[in-house]
């Protein structure tokens, strides 16, 4: 075989041995370097900053880019070395030039915030969103920030939702609360209470405190979930003490009307303060209530018009101090015209709070047209407020009093007789559903059991904490109510006395013609999705018990309460078979068989409820239940057949035990 001699380029040959060596130092270099930076980190998390200082240094003049980002983060915030604003934008502006994320983000932050470098959102956003369009949630969440706030770009809550949304799909505990927020309040998107709840416990499972206040606010609400005062104290208490100043207002309003919590004035007075030292007005608008009113200190008008006046200042869109401003000033000062100016500069800046306080506000003014003596003014303004607010009557007892002839003018409602007579064993449930997902509304409703709630605590001497209020329960509300009243009879060891009070929907089962509660979550053609009587029958019949009383304002035939039938039913009345209650259960239902309970549309309740209530307040709460029955049966007929022209025959269902007694026992 012919050898053949190799020829090498010996040129070619020595340029790649250079790069070889070259790219191995490099990579000597950047494992190094790499090493430098995780050493460095390691004692940047034990909060050994001048070991992670030298460690960072080493790496960063090695060109790591995550060092040198590492660096600005210590000399922007004063870890391990003197605070240096000049210093922290140069090593962020030299990470940045190396593609560091975080950096870029940081950047931003300190051209939105002054940092160092003069303010300049416009430059804020252009570094803010390099990074978030690359997927860095720091920057995603801060670029949600600048759209919701028109910094460095036009305001746009849609495109805030869009970024805030990128963050927390990565996790971003603020951005859930933010979503939950929007969500709430409507902000960018349509206004939905199921997702807020679902975004804000994402949120609160990681402890932010916006995701917290928010679930107090669905809960203080009543927004998608039942209202719950004491569960929403527990949200906000949980934000509060991490400081999130509109949490910290809300403690304290809790504690001031003793909402969910033990009524305590120092307390509310302490949590305004907090809040109100981080500049929160709505807390500052608080503190001048709290002066004005005088509930816990002597009244101060001087100061409350200083706190007032420091709300307006500190946001000069906030309604309520306005409003509150008229009111002292038409009744300090007696400067009715005055009084009007500052409620017309409330009432312009409505759009920026709930229906609820518009009513307030609307309220308000109403007294000042009383005080002024134009009392046909103070009528027509009262319309906007009970529009918004039907209920608000009940609410506001001093303007309840000063406008006779009103709307909703009932003695039932306004003269509740009350008892320094302590029930201790005496337990209730009670429940209004009025507004369903499925069906259509249940009239008045709300009021009825809001109204029975406070003949139950100052008629009946029933403590507040004794009583599970629900507005608009879900079928897990009533199940949950149900069970917790069990156990307090338990507690009660034979002693104790249960009251059930529900005003809602009923159903029938067309198949074996028996009788539900239909929760607000419910569908009236499914019994499936209903709380069967049998059950609550069953249920409380079983627990040892002087007495259990039900009282049922809702008719099980299928029929509304304003006539004709609910949106699923077949359109024909059912007669349904009354069932036969156990243990010392005693039943008032407002209708029997395939009758309807009607409305009593003067007096804003339903007819039933209404005549249990005057019995009551008649009786201040000591009637007998053979009195209330044989009252109900007369009265209710009798007022059914003049106002509707139909029959309605509430009845009186006793289980065996009771049947020699029952007619002796009283509620109380």
Known sequence: MKQVKAIIDYSKISIWVILFLISAKTMAQINMSSDNYDTGYSYYQKGEYKKALSFFLMAANKNDKNSEWMLGVMYEHGYGVAMDYFKAFEWYHKAS?????????????????????????TKAY????????????????????????????????????????KAAEQGCAYS??????YYLYGYGTTQDFNKAYEWSVKGATQEDALSQCNLGDLYYLGNGIPKDFAKAYEWYIKSAEQGYPYAQSNVGYMYYHGEGVKKDNVKALEWFTKAADQGNANAMNNIGWYYYDGDGSKKNYKEAEIWFNKAIEKDPTMPQAYSNLAILYAKRDKDYIKALQYSDLALERLSNVIPK??????????????????????????????????????????????????PNDNEIDNNIPTTNNIQKNVFAIIIGNEKYKNEVVVPYADNDAKVFCKYVEKTLGVPNEQIKY??????????????????????????????????????????????????????GNDPGSAYALNELYEK?????????????????????????????????????????????????????????????????????????????QDSKGEVTLGELGDYLIDEVGRESFVKNGKMQTPTVIVAPSLQNTWKNLKLK
Not at 141 to 161: H, I, M, P, T
Not at 363 to 383: D, F, M, P, S
Not at 477 to 486: E, G, Q, S, V, Y
């Open 176 to 181: 859930q609360g933010v979503i939950g927020y």
């Open 540 to 616: 409380l019949g079983s627990v040892e018990a002087q007495s259990v009383t039900i009282f049922l304002d809702a008719c099980f035939s299928g029929s509304k309460r304003e006539e004709g039938m609910l949106t699923s039913a077949r359109g024909v009345a059912i007669k349904t078979k009354s069932a036969t209650p156990k243990g010392n259960i005693i039943v008032f239902s407002a209708a029997q068989g395939d009758e309807t309970a009607y409305p009593y549309k003067d007096m804003q309740h339903g007819m039933f409820t209404y005549y249990l209530l005057k019995k009551l």
């Open 126 to 165: 252009e570094y803010i969103s390099k990074s978030a369009k690359q997927g860095n949630k720091e920057a995603q969440w801060r670029l949600g920030e600048l759209y919701d706030g028109g910094y460095g770009v036009k305001q746009d809550y849609s495109k805030a939702l869009e970024w805030h949304t």
């Open 357 to 406: 306080e518009q009513a307030t506000i609307y309220g308000e003014r109403a007294k000042i047209y009383v005080w002024q003596g134009n009392l046909t003014n103070a009528k027509e303004i009262l319309k906007e407020c009970l529009a918004l607010n039907p209920n608000y009557l009940s609410e506001d007892e001093e303007l309840a009093k000063m406008i006779p002839g009103h």
């Open 470 to 523: 629900i507005e608009n329960a879900t079928y897990n509300d009533i199940r949950i109510a149900t069970n917790w009243l069990i156990q307090a009879m338990k507690v009660c060891r034979g002693k104790g006395k249960a009251i059930v009070y529900y005003a809602g929907h009923g159903i029938p089962n067309e198949s074996d013609m028996s009788a539900f509660l239909l929760p607000v979550d419910g569908i």
């Open 97 to 121: 030039e190396h593609g560091q994320l975080d950096a870029l983000c940081s950047l931003g932050d300190m051209y939105a915030r002054g940092l160092g470098i003069d303010q300049d959102y």
